[in-house]
Protein backbone atom coordinates (compact mmCIF):
# COMPACT_ATOMS: atom_id res chain seq x y z
CA UNK A 1 0.00 0.00 0.00
CA UNK A 2 1.77 3.20 -1.00
CA UNK A 3 -1.22 5.79 0.33
CA UNK A 4 -4.38 5.55 1.59
CA UNK A 5 -7.03 7.57 -0.68
CA UNK A 6 -9.94 5.49 -1.32
CA UNK A 7 -11.23 1.83 -0.01
CA UNK A 8 -11.83 1.13 -3.48
CA UNK A 9 -7.97 1.49 -4.00
CA UNK A 10 -7.40 -1.73 -1.94
CA UNK A 11 -8.41 -5.04 -1.93
CA UNK A 12 -10.69 -7.76 0.28
CA UNK A 13 -6.89 -9.07 1.79
CA UNK A 14 -5.23 -5.87 2.73
CA UNK A 15 -8.64 -4.92 4.77
CA UNK A 16 -8.92 -8.41 6.40
CA UNK A 17 -4.74 -7.15 7.07
CA UNK A 18 -5.49 -3.77 8.43
CA UNK A 19 -8.71 -5.00 10.77
CA UNK A 20 -6.53 -7.37 12.25
CA UNK A 21 -3.74 -5.37 12.97
CA UNK A 22 -6.05 -2.49 14.23
CA UNK A 23 -7.33 -5.09 16.94
CA UNK A 24 -3.95 -5.70 17.83
CA UNK A 25 -2.79 -1.93 18.17
CA UNK A 26 -6.02 -1.73 20.47
CA UNK A 27 -4.87 -4.15 22.71
CA UNK A 28 -1.68 -2.51 22.84
CA UNK A 29 -1.72 1.11 23.51
CA UNK A 30 0.97 1.87 25.47
CA UNK A 31 4.82 2.02 24.85
CA UNK A 32 5.19 0.88 21.11
CA UNK A 33 7.79 2.57 18.68
CA UNK A 34 6.82 1.63 15.75
CA UNK A 35 6.88 5.40 14.08
CA UNK A 36 9.81 6.05 16.28
CA UNK A 37 12.04 9.44 15.24
CA UNK A 38 8.96 10.11 12.32
CA UNK A 39 7.01 13.01 11.89
CA UNK A 40 3.17 13.03 10.50
CA UNK A 41 2.27 16.05 8.92
CA UNK A 42 -1.65 17.20 9.10
CA UNK A 43 -2.95 19.03 6.96
CA UNK A 44 -6.41 20.48 8.00
CA UNK A 45 -8.97 22.55 5.64
CA UNK A 46 -11.61 21.45 7.50
CA UNK A 47 -12.62 21.58 11.29
CA UNK A 48 -12.40 18.41 13.13
CA UNK A 49 -12.82 16.95 16.74
CA UNK A 50 -12.67 12.78 15.86
CA UNK A 51 -9.80 13.35 13.18
CA UNK A 52 -7.48 16.12 14.69
CA UNK A 53 -7.50 13.96 18.17
CA UNK A 54 -7.33 10.66 16.90
CA UNK A 55 -4.36 11.22 14.40
CA UNK A 56 -2.85 13.15 17.04
CA UNK A 57 -2.90 11.14 19.69
CA UNK A 58 -2.41 7.48 16.89
CA UNK A 59 0.77 9.22 15.72
CA UNK A 60 2.48 10.03 19.32
CA UNK A 61 1.29 6.31 19.88
CA UNK A 62 3.52 5.08 17.75
CA UNK A 63 6.41 6.88 19.06
CA UNK A 64 5.47 9.78 16.29
CA UNK A 65 5.65 13.52 16.17
CA UNK A 66 2.28 14.85 15.04
CA UNK A 67 2.43 18.19 13.19
CA UNK A 68 -0.89 20.17 12.40
CA UNK A 69 -0.88 22.50 9.60
CA UNK A 70 -4.02 24.77 8.58
CA UNK A 71 -5.00 25.96 5.84
CA UNK A 72 -4.46 29.22 6.58
CA UNK A 73 -0.64 28.39 6.84
CA UNK A 74 -0.10 27.09 3.69
CA UNK A 75 -3.07 28.23 1.26
CA UNK A 76 -2.45 25.23 -1.04
CA UNK A 77 -3.40 25.66 -4.30
CA UNK A 78 -2.98 29.45 -3.73
CA UNK A 79 -0.14 30.78 -2.28
CA UNK A 80 1.97 27.58 -3.17
CA UNK A 81 0.73 24.40 -5.68
CA UNK A 82 -0.30 21.49 -4.54
CA UNK A 83 2.59 19.70 -6.28
CA UNK A 84 5.20 22.10 -4.84
CA UNK A 85 3.99 21.52 -1.27
CA UNK A 86 4.15 17.52 -1.91
CA UNK A 87 7.98 17.88 -2.87
CA UNK A 88 8.74 20.61 0.14
CA UNK A 89 7.08 18.43 2.71
CA UNK A 90 8.22 14.79 1.64
CA UNK A 91 11.46 16.62 2.30
CA UNK A 92 10.59 16.86 6.18
CA UNK A 93 7.94 14.40 6.85
CA UNK A 94 7.62 10.91 6.80
CA UNK A 95 3.73 10.91 6.07
CA UNK A 96 0.58 13.49 5.08
CA UNK A 97 -2.67 12.86 6.06
CA UNK A 98 -4.84 15.44 4.87
CA UNK A 99 -8.72 16.67 5.86
CA UNK A 100 -9.82 18.89 3.20
CA UNK A 101 -12.67 19.52 0.46
CA UNK A 102 -12.12 18.47 -2.86
CA UNK A 103 -10.72 15.25 -3.94
CA UNK A 104 -8.74 16.25 -6.34
CA UNK A 105 -6.48 18.16 -3.33
CA UNK A 106 -5.53 14.85 -2.14
CA UNK A 107 -4.73 12.95 -5.55
CA UNK A 108 -3.06 15.63 -6.76
CA UNK A 109 -0.89 15.84 -3.17
CA UNK A 110 -0.49 11.49 -3.90
CA UNK A 111 0.93 11.93 -7.25
CA UNK A 112 3.77 15.38 -6.49
CA UNK A 113 4.73 13.53 -3.05
CA UNK A 114 7.43 11.12 -2.45
CA UNK A 115 6.32 9.64 1.60
CA UNK A 116 2.58 8.44 2.06
CA UNK A 117 -0.48 10.42 1.83
CA UNK A 118 -3.76 9.35 4.07
CA UNK A 119 -7.18 10.63 2.76
CA UNK A 120 -8.68 12.01 6.34
CA UNK A 121 -11.83 13.29 4.39
CA UNK A 122 -12.88 14.73 1.17
CA UNK A 123 -16.11 15.65 -0.54
CA UNK A 124 -16.17 12.07 -2.60
CA UNK A 125 -14.83 9.68 0.06
CA UNK A 126 -14.27 9.21 3.68
CA UNK A 127 -12.07 5.82 4.12
CA UNK A 128 -10.78 6.19 7.43
CA UNK A 129 -14.41 6.57 9.15
CA UNK A 130 -15.65 3.40 7.31
CA UNK A 131 -12.71 1.17 8.44
CA UNK A 132 -13.62 2.06 12.26
CA UNK A 133 -16.92 1.10 11.20
CA UNK A 134 -16.43 -2.27 10.32
CA UNK A 135 -13.88 -2.55 12.80
CA UNK A 136 -16.74 -1.70 15.13
CA UNK A 137 -19.08 -4.38 13.36
CA UNK A 138 -17.16 -7.34 13.99
CA UNK A 139 -16.17 -6.41 17.48
CA UNK A 140 -20.11 -6.65 17.79
CA UNK A 141 -20.25 -9.61 16.06
CA UNK A 142 -21.01 -8.71 12.55
CA UNK A 143 -19.54 -10.84 9.60
CA UNK A 144 -18.57 -8.02 6.91
CA UNK A 145 -19.03 -10.64 4.44
CA UNK A 146 -22.62 -11.77 5.06
CA UNK A 147 -24.08 -8.41 7.08
CA UNK A 148 -26.49 -6.48 5.55
CA UNK A 149 -26.16 -2.61 6.56
CA UNK A 150 -28.59 -0.30 5.60
CA UNK A 151 -27.41 3.39 5.15
CA UNK A 152 -30.25 6.13 5.91
CA UNK A 153 -29.99 9.48 4.82
CA UNK A 154 -27.59 11.23 2.31
CA UNK A 155 -25.47 9.73 -0.36
CA UNK A 156 -22.21 11.55 1.00
CA UNK A 157 -18.74 10.94 1.31
CA UNK A 158 -19.46 8.68 4.29
CA UNK A 159 -22.16 6.59 2.08
CA UNK A 160 -19.77 6.80 -1.23
CA UNK A 161 -16.87 4.81 1.35
CA UNK A 162 -19.43 2.16 2.41
CA UNK A 163 -20.04 1.72 -1.33
CA UNK A 164 -16.34 1.14 -1.83
CA UNK A 165 -16.47 -1.21 0.91
CA UNK A 166 -18.91 -3.47 -0.63
CA UNK A 167 -17.21 -3.62 -3.62
CA UNK A 168 -14.45 -5.21 -1.49
CA UNK A 169 -16.23 -7.09 0.92
CA UNK A 170 -19.68 -8.79 0.05
CA UNK A 171 -22.02 -7.51 2.18
CA UNK A 172 -25.26 -6.74 1.16
CA UNK A 173 -25.43 -2.63 1.24
CA UNK A 174 -28.77 -0.50 1.19
CA UNK A 175 -29.28 3.41 0.48
CA UNK A 176 -32.54 4.65 1.65
CA UNK A 177 -32.64 7.96 1.00
CA UNK A 178 -34.69 10.72 -1.28
CA UNK A 179 -34.10 10.36 -5.41
CA UNK A 180 -31.53 12.63 -6.06
CA UNK A 181 -29.57 12.07 -3.29
CA UNK A 182 -27.94 8.73 -4.18
CA UNK A 183 -24.56 8.29 -3.71
CA UNK A 184 -21.60 8.89 -6.95
CA UNK A 185 -22.75 6.87 -9.45
CA UNK A 186 -18.92 5.85 -11.07
CA UNK A 187 -18.47 4.23 -7.72
CA UNK A 188 -21.88 2.49 -7.23
CA UNK A 189 -20.90 0.81 -11.14
CA UNK A 190 -17.37 0.01 -9.88
CA UNK A 191 -18.73 -1.78 -7.01
CA UNK A 192 -21.19 -2.95 -8.56
CA UNK A 193 -18.92 -4.21 -11.50
CA UNK A 194 -16.91 -6.30 -8.44
CA UNK A 195 -19.85 -7.97 -7.84
CA UNK A 196 -21.56 -6.10 -4.44
CA UNK A 197 -25.15 -5.84 -3.96
CA UNK A 198 -25.69 -1.99 -3.74
CA UNK A 199 -29.46 -1.73 -3.49
CA UNK A 200 -30.95 2.05 -3.83
CA UNK A 201 -34.20 2.15 -1.61
CA UNK A 202 -36.33 5.26 -0.96
CA UNK A 203 -38.54 3.81 1.66
CA UNK A 204 -36.37 3.74 4.88
CA UNK A 205 -38.65 1.20 7.05
CA UNK A 206 -37.70 -1.08 3.92
CA UNK A 207 -34.23 -0.31 3.66
CA UNK A 208 -33.95 -0.69 7.40
CA UNK A 209 -36.07 -4.30 7.45
CA UNK A 210 -34.03 -6.86 9.09
CA UNK A 211 -30.44 -5.06 8.80
CA UNK A 212 -27.55 -6.10 11.25
CA UNK A 213 -26.44 -2.36 10.74
CA UNK A 214 -28.42 0.65 10.67
CA UNK A 215 -26.20 4.01 10.20
CA UNK A 216 -27.26 7.45 9.61
CA UNK A 217 -25.34 11.03 9.49
CA UNK A 218 -26.07 14.64 9.42
CA UNK A 219 -28.09 15.59 6.46
CA UNK A 220 -26.08 18.51 5.41
CA UNK A 221 -22.03 18.33 5.20
CA UNK A 222 -20.11 20.66 5.46
CA UNK A 223 -19.67 23.35 2.76
CA UNK A 224 -23.74 22.79 2.39
CA UNK A 225 -25.04 24.77 5.45
CA UNK A 226 -26.81 26.89 2.88
CA UNK A 227 -28.98 23.90 1.86
CA UNK A 228 -29.54 22.75 5.89
CA UNK A 229 -33.57 24.51 5.79
CA UNK A 230 -34.38 22.68 2.73
CA UNK A 231 -32.72 19.67 3.43
CA UNK A 232 -33.93 19.32 6.91
CA UNK A 233 -37.19 19.28 5.16
CA UNK A 234 -36.35 17.13 2.50
CA UNK A 235 -34.78 14.36 4.83
CA UNK A 236 -36.81 14.46 7.55
CA UNK A 237 -38.89 10.88 7.08
CA UNK A 238 -35.28 9.18 6.93
CA UNK A 239 -34.78 10.01 10.58
CA UNK A 240 -33.46 7.63 12.57
CA UNK A 241 -35.89 7.13 15.11
CA UNK A 242 -37.38 4.27 17.54
CA UNK A 243 -39.67 3.29 15.71
CA UNK A 244 -37.32 2.71 12.04
CA UNK A 245 -34.96 1.12 14.40
CA UNK A 246 -37.96 -1.60 15.51
CA UNK A 247 -37.02 -2.57 11.65
CA UNK A 248 -34.02 -4.28 11.52
CA UNK A 249 -32.69 -7.05 13.76
CA UNK A 250 -33.54 -7.43 17.25
CA UNK A 251 -30.03 -7.19 17.73
CA UNK A 252 -28.38 -5.02 14.99
CA UNK A 253 -26.22 -1.98 16.11
CA UNK A 254 -26.51 1.71 15.31
CA UNK A 255 -24.07 3.50 13.75
CA UNK A 256 -23.41 7.15 12.85
CA UNK A 257 -20.00 8.79 12.06
CA UNK A 258 -20.82 12.06 14.02
CA UNK A 259 -20.80 14.89 14.68
CA UNK A 260 -24.73 14.08 15.13
CA UNK A 261 -27.60 17.28 15.25
CA UNK A 262 -29.87 15.01 17.64
CA UNK A 263 -33.75 15.77 16.46
CA UNK A 264 -32.78 15.70 13.57
CA UNK A 265 -31.15 12.61 11.78
CA UNK A 266 -30.99 10.78 14.90
CA UNK A 267 -33.06 10.95 17.77
CA UNK A 268 -31.68 10.94 21.57
CA UNK A 269 -33.48 7.46 22.32
CA UNK A 270 -31.35 5.81 19.54
CA UNK A 271 -28.28 7.64 19.53
CA UNK A 272 -28.29 6.68 24.11
CA UNK A 273 -30.25 3.67 23.40
CA UNK A 274 -29.23 -0.29 23.54
CA UNK A 275 -28.60 -0.70 19.42
CA UNK A 276 -26.53 2.48 19.68
CA UNK A 277 -22.34 1.60 19.69
CA UNK A 278 -21.57 5.38 18.53
CA UNK A 279 -19.00 5.63 20.55
CA UNK A 280 -17.40 2.44 20.22
CA UNK A 281 -17.68 3.39 16.45
CA UNK A 282 -15.59 6.61 17.75
CA UNK A 283 -12.84 5.17 19.83
CA UNK A 284 -12.45 2.88 16.59
CA UNK A 285 -11.20 5.62 14.38
CA UNK A 286 -8.11 5.75 16.33
CA UNK A 287 -7.35 2.29 16.41
CA UNK A 288 -7.75 1.85 12.08
CA UNK A 289 -6.01 4.86 11.55
CA UNK A 290 -2.94 3.76 13.22
CA UNK A 291 -3.22 0.35 11.79
CA UNK A 292 -3.34 2.26 8.50
CA UNK A 293 -0.35 4.42 9.50
CA UNK A 294 1.74 1.17 10.62
CA UNK A 295 1.27 -0.17 7.25
CA UNK A 296 1.85 2.68 5.49
CA UNK A 297 5.21 3.70 7.40
CA UNK A 298 6.06 1.54 9.78
CA UNK A 299 9.36 -0.73 10.04
Known amino acids: MQDFISIAD ?3 GKMEDLFTLAARLKRDRNGRNDLAGKTV ?5 KPSLRTRVSFEVGIHELGAHPMYVTDAEIKMGQRESIYDIGK ?7 GIMIRTFAHSNCTQLADAADVPIINGLTDLNHPCQIMGDI ?16 FIGDGNNVANSWVNAAGNLGFELRIGGPSGYEPNAELLAAARGKGATVKIINDPSEAVSGADVVYTDVWASMGQEDEASERRKLFMPYQLNSDLVARAKSDAIVLHCLPAHRGDEITDDVMDGPHSVVFDQAENRLHAQKAVMVDLMGA
Request: hydrophobic share 45%.
Open 10 to 12: IDR
Open 41 to 45: AMIFH
Open 88 to 94: VLSRYVH
Open 135 to 150: LTCIEHGKDPSSMVVA
